[in-house]
Nanobody
Framework: QAQLVESGGGSVQPGGTLRLSCAAS????????MAWYRQAPGKQRELVAL???????NYADSVKGRFTISRDNGKNTVSLQMNSLAPEDTAVYYC????????????WGQGTQVTVSS
């Protein structure tokens, strides 16, 4: 049974930092592209950052230069370091695992709340 468990969310002031982590189990982690998505109230879920099975990264324009995604295949974890947080970063952040082919499996975590407010 595949499972993704996020941790590290919370409340922070503008300009602050948070680090999200996602622990995966029940999958061959190294074969999955891993990503972080977020969904703010009243908005659609959007891709924040992705790291492929080959460690290639891709970021939403809104977080480039502020967020860094990384993975540890030995520990089956993916992390998102978030610096210079702004109120518009407030959202529920979801971990995603997807096999990079059209019929591949995809899994989601339960989400973790990030709130940026003064």
């Amino acid at each position: 049974q595949a499972q993704l468990v996020e941790s590290g969310g919370g409340s922070v002031q503008p300009g602050g930092t948070l680090r999200l982590s996602c622990a995966a189990s029940g999958i061959i982690f190294s074969m999955y592209d891993m990503a972080w998505y977020r969904q703010a109230p009243g908005k659609q879920r959007e891709l924040v950052a992705l790291i492929s099975s080959r460690h290639r990264t891709n970021y939403a324009d809104s977080v480039k230069g502020r967020f860094t995604i990384s993975r540890d295949n030995g520990k089956n974890t993916v992390s998102l370091q978030m610096n210079s947080l702004a109120p518009e970063d407030t959202a529920v952040y979801y971990c995603n695992a997807r096999q990079p082919w059209s019929t591949g499996s995809e899994y989601w975590g339960q989400g973790t709340q990030v709130t940026v407010s003064s």
